[in-house]
């Protein structure tokens, strides 16, 4: 009797923490899917937000956002801030400003979160001794950066495109073409953005990438990364004319880091053949690398990416 108690309370608390992490929103609804599986990497979470009044008689533009624990509400998140997702959509929205659009929040796996955003191809790129300069890095706490030696962003957006988008377009009356498909993110998940739309220009129209984590690890001194993923952007951009992509960054905490870097960036994309009609770079001073700074500038990627 005891044990079929004891069962009964881990039932109940399990479900009470599941139930606690499902986001609340002040407009919109939220689809939760709990332990999304996946052949390629570990289950996580999946919410699926949509407009307050989604029809699924009417098609949407779908904005794949990394990072996906951290889009609505703060109460769940680690440190009680959020991006606001639901809020900068809905007003966008109720002023006819952007297309009808649904967005496909993917959560990261916490330890894993590194290993799966790093880009795989300028990572593998290295030599033997310059790829264990970024596996045996420390954040400042100490902490490892990597939890296991394994890169697997590959993976990650194999199962974006090839799991994920097939779930959400046969399940909400969506628009599957490459032009109302955008991805989006910050720091690392804005890494993994424009990482997934040079590997899948034909699925990604747009992509949104906010405080670009470049450095990939936590400083640029004797860190081989930043060239080799540089030199991957300069073979692998997506053509301009069908695709668009926005970079941001702030001036202070790790946002510091990147100028440089971007400048660098920016100059493989004029080479391109990026314009200011499908291409903007930003720069927020006095910005720091958190949600608050990013939800304050969102509707600017928002409204470039879905703008009507």
Same mark, same amino acid.
């Given at each position: 009797?005891?044990?079929?108690?004891?069962?009964?309370?881990?039932?109940?608390?399990?479900?009470?923490?599941?139930?606690?992490?499902?986001?609340?929103?002040?407009?919109?609804?939220?689809?939760?899917?709990?332990?999304?599986?996946?052949?390629?990497?570990?289950?996580?979470?999946?919410?699926?937000?949509?407009?307050?009044?989604?029809?699924?008689?009417?098609?949407?533009?779908?904005?794949?956002?990394?990072?996906?624990?951290?889009?609505?509400?703060?109460?769940?998140?680690?440190?009680?801030?959020?991006?606001?997702?639901?809020?900068?959509?809905?007003?966008?929205?109720?002023?006819?400003?952007?297309?009808?659009?649904?967005?496909?929040?993917?959560?990261?796996?916490?330890?894993?979160?590194?290993?799966?955003?790093?880009?795989?191809?300028?990572? +593998?790129?290295?030599?033997?001794?310059? /790829?264990?300069?970024? =596996?045996? !890095?420390?954040?400042?706490?100490? @902490?490892?950066? $990597?939890?296991?030696?394994?890169?697997?962003?590959?993976?990650?957006?194999?199962?974006?495109?090839?799991?994920?988008?097939?779930?959400?377009?046969?399940?909400?009356?969506?628009?599957?073409?490459?032009?109302?498909?955008?991805?989006?993110?910050?720091?690392?998940?804005?890494?993994?953005?424009?990482?997934?739309?040079?590997?899948?220009?034909?699925?990604?129209?747009?992509?949104?990438?906010?405080?670009?984590?470049?450095?990939?690890?936590?400083?640029?001194?004797?860190?081989?990364?930043?060239?080799?993923?540089?030199?991957?952007?300069?073979?692998?951009?997506?053509?301009?004319?069908?695709?668009?992509?926005?970079?941001?960054?702030?001036? +202070?905490?790790?946002?510091?880091?990147? /100028?440089?870097?971007? =400048?660098? !960036?920016?100059?493989?994309?004029? @080479?391109?053949? $990026?314009?200011?009609?499908?291409?903007?770079?930003?720069?927020?001073?006095?910005?720091?690398?958190?949600?608050?700074?990013?939800?304050?500038?969102?509707?600017?990627?928002?409204?470039?990416?879905?703008?009507?």
């Amino acid at each position: 009797m005891m044990k079929r108690i004891l069962v009964i309370i881990l039932i109940m608390y399990s479900s009470m923490a599941a139930m606690a992490q499902i986001p609340k929103v002040s407009t919109g609804i939220v689809r939760h899917f709990e332990n999304f599986n996946s052949k390629f990497v570990a289950p996580r979470i999946i919410d699926v937000w949509l407009p307050n009044d989604y029809d699924p008689g009417k098609k949407y533009a779908v904005l794949y956002m990394n990072d996906g624990g951290s889009l609505f509400d703060s109460s769940i998140v680690w440190n009680h801030q959020e991006w606001g997702v639901d809020d900068v959509l809905g007003n966008l929205l109720s002023l006819g400003k952007i297309k009808n659009c649904i967005v496909v929040g993917a959560w990261n796996t916490g330890v894993t979160r590194h290993n799966e955003y790093l880009p795989q191809k300028p990572f +593998e790129a290295l030599s033997k001794s310059k /790829k264990e300069i970024l =596996l045996e !890095a420390k954040r400042s706490s100490g @902490q490892a950066v $990597f939890t296991t030696y394994q890169i697997i962003s590959d993976n990650y957006l194999r199962f974006l495109v090839q799991e994920l988008k097939p779930f959400i377009d046969s399940h909400f009356s969506t628009l599957p073409d490459q032009q109302n498909t955008f991805i989006a993110g910050s720091s690392m998940g804005a890494l993994i953005s424009i990482y997934a739309i040079c590997e899948y220009p034909n699925v990604f129209g747009g992509a949104a990438c906010l405080s670009t984590h470049w450095t990939g690890i936590f400083r640029a001194d004797n860190n081989p990364f930043p060239a080799s993923m540089l030199n991957y952007l300069g073979r692998h951009l997506p053509a301009p004319e069908n695709h668009k992509i926005y970079f941001d960054l702030g001036t +202070e905490t790790i946002d510091s880091l990147y /100028k440089p870097f971007q =400048l660098k !960036a920016d100059k493989k994309m004029r @080479q391109k053949g $990026f314009n200011s009609n499908n291409w903007i770079t930003k720069t927020y001073p006095g910005a720091d690398h958190s949600e608050r700074s990013w939800n304050k500038r969102l509707d600017i990627p928002f409204l470039f990416l879905l703008g009507n």
